[in-house]
T-cell receptor, first 115, second 114 residues
Framework: NAGVTQTPKFQVLKTGQSMTLQCAQD?????MYWYRQDPGMGLRLIYY???????DKGEVPNGYNVSRLNKREFSLRLESAAPSQTSVYFC??????????????FGEGSWLTVV | AQKVTQAQTEISVVEKEDVTLDCVYE???????LFWYKQPPSGELVFLIR??????QNEISGRYSWNFQKSTSSFNFTITASQVVDSAVYFC???????????FGEGTQLTVNP
């Protein structure tokens, strides 16, 4: 019963390098999300995918791209990493039922440092 | 736009004390949902509770209780007889039905000392 799995857990990048954070969920959820967590700012939504084949920008999308590869997987790509992207990244998923109030389940987080 | 404010950045208590974490929200929706999540030192986010805007009954679960007051747009969380294992960052979050996305507060770091 893995839930939401994201990799890698830790990564150090040099400025300008690219990388992809992988996320997979085994709960057959249709909605998936990428958040970043920074001290004193809570969690901020980067991108989300309400269903397979769709993606939308969240609150802080600049510098990121996403791919909803299939229903299970939702990846986050940094094309040219910047120190401002040093953060903890959380993938999450949710099964949309009705008009709201559905529980979002989070992965364990990925600690990314850009030097 | 929706907003969640957790004015208490850090709280420190001694074990067995009661502690209340404040959460104030802003929304234009008449139907919305409020959540609390716990983030222990290990980093994962643990779902604690969900409350919809039409249900203002307080809820108690063991040592945890939640007080939802629509009149003051608050959804406060109280831990009774706190324990060291309660030490974590606690996040309040709001979901408007129009967007089905969560807006988080800044989080409150709770430290329970033995």
């Amino acid at each position: 019963n893995a839930g939401v799995t994201q990799t890698p857990k830790f990564q150090v990048l040099k400025t300008g390098q690219s990388m992809t954070l992988q996320c997979a969920q085994d709960m057959n959820h249709n909605s998936m999300y990428w958040y970043r967590q920074d001290p004193g700012m809570g969690l901020r939504l980067i991108y989300y995918s309400a269903s397979e084949g769709t993606t939308d920008k969240g609150e802080v999308p600049n510098g990121y791209n996403v791919s909803r590869l299939n229903k299970r997987e939702f990846s986050l790509r940094l094309e040219s990493a910047a120190p401002s992207q040093t953060s903890v990244y959380f993938c999450a998923s949710m099964r949309m039922i009705g008009t709201g109030g559905n529980t979002i389940y989070f992965g364990e987080g990925s600690w990314l440092t850009v030097v | 736009a929706q907003k969640v404010t957790q004015a208490q950045t850090e709280i420190s208590v001694v074990e067995k004390e009661d502690v209340t974490l404040d959460c104030v929200y802003e929304t234009r929706d008449t139907t919305y949902y409020l959540f609390w999540y716990k983030q222990p030192p290990s980093g994962e986010l643990v779902f604690l509770i969900r409350r919809n805007s039409f249900d203002e009954q307080n809820e108690i679960s063991g040592r945890y209780s939640w007080n939802f007051q629509k009149s003051t747009s608050s959804f406060n969380f109280t831990i009774t007889a706190s324990q060291v294992v309660d030490s974590a960052v606690y996040f309040c979050a709001l979901e408007e039905t129009s967007g089905s996305r969560l807006t988080f507060g800044e989080g409150t770091q709770l430290t329970v000392n033995p």
